[in-house]
């Protein structure tokens, strides 16, 4: 989300750059690969998503590079994993991702309706002056006092909750219907891409904005 305040939009840099994409992909690519390969077994499937989404840490580790995205990517992986191996239901390594759409489709919906779009939160607090770039916490919130911004912030929040309810009307179908190919290749297919989608489209809402305060 920090992407919103840059001055050039970045899809690859927006979704954690090469290494990112892969950290990402990888886990879920290889458990509906190892799955499928060898005849819906789904014990293999778990342990090679479970290996990448390790292995992608300690790489990490050993690099000294910034290991959050790749640990909180573990903890989604770690969480599905047991989640199926508990049930013996494949579909439920994607389950844990399911309800995390449904809790940031309710909770972004929430803040639009409530005054406080997420993208308004955002900017807020990285922009040049806000809390986490060296200013006061009040600049955190200083936006909400123009109408201007805070139609526009809601407006730019909107692609988020449209992302998050597209995924749930196409993937909770093929969860219950427990088809793992489709479901593992519509879970990649929607995620990375339409998070880069919804990025980029609240970028452009917030960079007019910019454009004519300068």
Not at 13 to 40: H, M
């Amino acid at each position: 989300m920090r992407a919103l305040t840059a001055e050039e939009f970045s899809a690859a840099d927006a979704v954690g750059g090469v290494r990112g994409i892969v950290e990402s992909v990888a886990p879920g690519l290889l458990f509906v690969v190892v799955y499928l390969a060898t005849g819906q077994n789904l014990t293999p499937a778990l342990v090679a998503a479970a290996g990448a989404a390790v292995l992608a840490v300690i790489v990490r580790l050993v690099q000294r590079t910034p290991v959050t995205q790749a640990f909180s990517g573990l903890l989604g992986v770690g969480i599905g994993v047991v989640w199926a191996w508990r049930t013996g239901d494949a579909s439920d390594y994607f389950a844990y991702g399911l309800w995390v759409n449904g809790v940031y489709l309710v909770g972004t919906l929430a803040s639009i309706l409530v005054g406080w779009p997420l993208v308004g939160l955002v900017m807020g607090l990285f922009t040049k002056g806000g809390p986490l770039s060296g200013g006061p916490w009040s600049a955190a919130v200083a936006w909400r006092s123009d109408r201007a911004l805070r139609r526009t912030y809601s407006l730019a929040t909107w692609p988020w909750v449209a992302m998050f309810a597209v995924r749930l009307a196409v993937q909770v179908p093929l969860y219950y219907s427990e088809d793992i190919g489709w479901l593992g290749t519509a879970k990649l297919a929607m995620g990375l891409p339409l998070t880069a989608l919804a990025l980029w489209i609240s970028w452009m809402l917030v960079r007019s904005t910019r454009s004519r305060q300068s």
